[in-house]
């Protein structure tokens, strides 16, 4: 197949979709497949039409250009009106299947899906609407209270208007404050007093106009990945030192990650339940990654839905998928698969 693998934008997380996408491209071209890897803001302006899926291809090389944009992708945006790059809309229409790499906004929030339905380019993942509303924390929270799945409590606040405090909400401190719409933990604080709860809802709102906030839920950290509605092993998170933040998510060697998660049978069979209701609750397609938190009583909580996780070879939704039975190549081919299931092919 002719694949072009999309990855870096202009989110948060373009530095953790550049890793995902260039091992994704090099999975599927060991596979056999002809994927390109291909930045969706900063494009391939040198790119060949006659010739956009050559035989040969250095992917590592590939990874160099689109990271050369890094430091770039700011001043680009401020300078441009189109948010996609030369040649990504002619390389993707021309792809048999076009590989989500992306993370973060304008890419895994549903705008990027919608456009491409409209074109009739083919895409793995979550349709646009289920990923706008997985990726809005706020959505999130409402569907999952419709859906039956256990979450947390949570109230939202908006820049712009009056915020009120936890205690104002019928909230303890402490408290969880998340930009409503952001990835990979960037942004996330734990506020203990209204001093703190104050100078959180700042952070939150520097990088968005709205934000959850969060009852404070203190026990072991899960996710399960769902492929085509069916739930993998679960994985169990444990940072050596504080939470699952942006540092321990990332830096090697910081979290202790154990798959399968060291739980009961029960347990297991529960949470795996309580993934899939999540899943169906937002309508997600083809794949994605429900991740919970369960407390010293067994009570489990779904936190937040991904519907493009983490793709790197180290990554929590592969590393599920080899307990049964999927290397990270057969795996990459496996989602293709998938998600051609949407377009009846």
Known sequence: MNIVVLAGGTSTERLISIISGTGVCRALRSKGHNAVLLDVFAGNSEANSEDFFPAEYDVDAASAYISSFNDKVEGMAKERRSFFGPNVIEMCSAADMVFMALHGANGEDGRLQAAFDLMGIR??????????????????????????????????????????????????YPVVIKPACGGSSVGITIAKDDEEFMQSVKIAFDLEPKAVVEEFLKGREFSVGVIDGKALPVIEIAPKEGWYDYENKYKPGATIETCPAEITEEQTLRMQRHAEQAFAALGIEAYGRIDFIMDADGDMIALEANTLPGMTAMSLLPQEAAQVGYSYEELCEHLINVSMKKYNA
């Not at 569907?143 to 909400?169: H, N």
């Open 123 to 172: 895409y793995t993942g979550a349709g646009y609407l289920s990923s706008a509303m997985a990726m809005d924390k706020a959505i999130t929270k409402n569907m999952f209270i419709a859906g039956g799945v256990p979450t947390a409590k949570a109230y939202f606040v908006e820049r712009g208007t009056e915020v009120k405090t936890p205690a104002q909400q019928g909230l303890k």
